[in-house]
């Protein structure tokens, strides 16, 4: 492969101590590195040296060899990338995928989805949920930011399967203030188990949800804590214009004056998002960052999508997400990534935005920042948690490589991915899934459906009004 970034980061290598084994070696890769302003290349002809679930070095193929470990991987023909993020999505809804179909937003939510979601139980959750985890680990995903209900069992499923994961037990005010309270306990309980591996959220749905009140003492809540938020906002232009004649200001104002955006935030969507939002945004308080999620935008027929350039322009991440795959129908951040770029293009009338090194950056260093893990993963760099990704491009679509990042962006797919690894540990190796077993998921969601996807008794969870 030959790539031809415009300039080539160090990769800050560093010798791992010697005489002490390593647990894991890949050699023979090409790694995307970073530089410390950002920017992207790649390093050919590397290996990867990882103790104690953490990069410990970042050397040359020759070195990786001499370097006694536990365990390796061959990767020639490879590129090791960090492991994607999906910074927004709601896993257990996977066992939604393709339940409502060709609906506007409201009918979506009033007539399938929020009656559906009533007869959710635990049971549904976790199998949902692990159907989740495993199209997420095929596809290089090795952390995800959730909101939803039944939320221990989700944190169950990340446990046993090997991912990380920012959980929110997702509340509304029709639930009364148990479902504040469920929240804050599920995220003081949850913080910092399985390893390490699960952050916690306050998970407040949405202003068209969550009163005012109830957002202020979130973001209390949130303060006295020191949890971050999780929420959707100004998802789309109706919201924010709905919002503007019942309460004078938009969702992000709604944010700005509850305390919610002196919080760390992160905001689902944010296609509703306008001009007269991003000062707000700008002068926050707290760590905020976006979410964005196109091929939902796209089938809901939303006019917009996130302002990624604006949000760029005044210093928030945007991170890559999915959404549940009840509206996505995919957990695919490959496709994500692509759909961003493309619609950013059109959406600006640029060809020369959103790039392919900038489109890299959003799935790798922008989507760990935007759910607050950008000290521990995002790079592939001494230090950094050894969560990454073995994409192979030695197939027919994505040859010749003149341009690698164009290749990893516009080419490759997250069938190409090879292995997958989480803190050091492979969850797949050569597209055999180690951590969860599929059919065994197929076969129990499957003779439970019935009963999950009744609506004959009439009622939902929510009313969508706005």
Not at 19 to 26: K, N
Request: hydrophobic share 40%; proline share 6%; glycine share 10%.
């Amino acid at each position: 492969m030959t790539p031809s970034p415009p300039e080539k980061p160090q990769p800050g290598a560093r010798r791992g101590r010697p005489g002490r084994p390593a647990d894991l070696v890949i050699t023979g890769c090409t790694v995307l590195v970073h530089d410390d302003r950002g920017r992207i290349g790649f390093e050919q002809d590397a290996a990867v040296v990882v103790r104690d679930g953490i990069v410990d070095s970042v050397t040359t193929a020759v070195a990786g060899t001499a370097v006694p470990a536990a365990e390796r991987i061959d990767a020639r023909g490879q590129v090791a990338l960090p492991g994607l993020i999906n910074c927004h999505t709601h896993a257990p809804m996977a066992a939604l995928r393709g339940l409502a179909e060709d609906l506007p937003t409201e009918e979506w939510f009033n007539d399938v989805v929020w009656p559906v979601e009533s007869n959710l139980t635990v049971r549904d959750v976790t199998l949902g949920a692990r159907l989740a985890c495993a199209e997420m680990i095929r596809a290089g995903v090795t952390a995800f930011a959730d909101s939803y209900f039944h939320m221990d069992a989700v944190a169950e499923v990340v446990d046993q399967c090997g991912m990380r994961a920012q959980l929110g037990q997702a509340y509304f005010s029709s639930q009364g203030p148990e479902g504040m309270a469920a929240s804050l306990e599920f995220a003081l309980r949850r913080r910092g188990s399985a390893g390490g591996r699960i952050t916690t959220a306050l998970a407040p749905h949405a202003p068209y949800t969550v009163v005012d009140a109830d957002l202020a003492a979130t973001a209390e809540l949130a303060r006295e804590h020191g949890l971050p938020v999780h929420l959707h906002a100004a998802e789309n232009r109706d919201q924010t214009d709905t919002s503007l004649a019942r309460h004078g200001v938009t969702p992000i104002g709604v944010l700005e004056r509850t305390g919610v955006l002196g919080t760390d935030v992160l905001i689902a969507h944010g296609t509703g998002i306008t001009q007269g939002d991003l000062p707000l945004l700008a002068r926050a308080d707290g760590r905020t960052a976006v979410a964005t999620a196109p091929r939902g935008y796209l089938k809901f027929a939303w006019p917009g999508t996130t302002p990624v350039r604006a949000l760029r322009d005044i210093g928030i991440p945007v991170g890559l997400a999915t959404d549940g795959a009840a509206s996505n129908n995919s957990l695919d951040v490959w496709e994500s990534m692509a759909l961003t770029s493309l619609i950013q293009k059109s959406t600006e009338g640029d060809p020369r935005w959103l790039t392919s090194r900038q489109a890299l950056h959003h799935a790798t260093v922008q989507s760990a920042e935007a759910v607050g893990l950008g000290d521990a993963v995002g790079r592939i760099a001494p230090g950094r948690r050894a969560d990454l990704l073995l994409v192979d491009l030695t197939g027919p679509h994505t040859q010749p490589v003149h341009d690698l990042a164009a290749t990893l962006v516009h080419s490759a797919r997250s069938a190409d991915v090879r292995t997958t690894i989480v803190d050091g540990r492979v969850l797949m190796r050569d597209r055999r899934l180690l951590t969860v077993d599929v059919p065994e998921v197929v076969r129990e969601l499957g003779e439970r459906l019935p009963a999950l996807t009744d609506r004959r008794h009439g009622r939902r969870i929510q009313e969508y009004d706005t």
